[in-house]
């Protein structure tokens, strides 16, 4: 069956403009995440809905960043007036529940640069 | 002090040895994943645990909890198993704080 996807797979992007990137999770899977992978660091946990509902925004680096998710499907992940810093890949997975019960099935993520 | 570590950071090791990853965690958790990450990117979960031991194939992983350490062993270690290996402690119900990732290579 169809896994995570993402799109796009690469975004350049000049600082200070807004971009979206989406996430489709696995038809089914009521948990979504957002991770953030900077050049040579390892993974940051940024936020997790359970479906539609976003009870840990804790990982979000600034007010700059947002997500949504519709339903129990697709997520996108807000960064407005993006920053060098930024510049990441940015991963998405989804399970089927909690994250102590259930593996999670990672997308093959966004690369985004910023200028 | 991070809330998940990793040893070794990096391990060169040949063809056919056993190997050795560990991760150590000071935070409380309810379940501990180990993840493989390949060469162009891509995240696998390799095991999910939160007591004692499961084995897939040439992988193994255990847990202690009261320790709050985890290893994750390779038999018969091959080329393909190249990779960055990262642990991730599930905090709560969901929240996952990652280790640095041990960097792994294989040589024939």
């Known amino acids: 069956g169809a896994g995570v996807s993402q799109s796009p797979s690469n975004k350049v992007t000049e600082k200070g403009k807004d971009v979206e990137l989406r996430c489709d999770p696995i038809?089914?899977?009521?948990?979504l995440y957002w991770y953030r992978q900077r050049l040579g660091q390892g993974l940051e946990f940024l936020i997790y809905?359970?479906?539609?509902?976003?009870?840990?925004k804790s990982g979000l680096p600034s007010d700059r960043f947002s997500a949504e998710r519709t339903g129990e499907s697709v997520s996108t992940l807000t960064i407005q007036r993006t920053q060098q810093e930024d510049s990441a890949v940015y991963l998405c997975?989804?399970?089927?529940?909690?994250?102590?019960?259930?593996?999670?099935?990672f997308g093959p993520g966004t690369r985004l640069t910023v200028t | 002090k991070n809330e998940v570590e990793q040893s070794p950071q990096n391990l060169t090791a040949q063809e056919g040895e056993f190997i050795t990853i560990n991760c150590s965690y000071s935070?409380?958790?309810?379940?501990l994943h180990w993840l493989q990450q390949h060469p162009g990117g891509g995240i696998v979960s390799l095991f999910m645990?939160?007591?004692g031991k499961k084995k897939h194939g040439r992988l193994i992983a255990t847990i202690n909890i009261q320790e709050k350490h985890s290893s994750l062993h390779i038999t018969a270690s091959h080329p393909r198993d190249s990779a960055v290996y990262i642990c991730?402690?599930?905090?709560?119900?969901?929240?996952?704080?990652f280790g640095q990732g041990t960097r792994l290579t294989i040589n024939p």
């Open positions: 645990l939160s007591s």
């Open positions: 038809s089914g899977h009521t948990a």
């Open positions: 991730a402690a599930i905090q709560g119900a969901q929240k996952l704080v």
């Open positions: 809905f359970q479906g539609n509902s976003a009870p840990d």
């Open positions: 997975a989804s399970s089927l529940g909690l994250a102590g019960v259930y593996e999670q099935y």
């Open positions: 935070v409380g958790i309810s379940a």
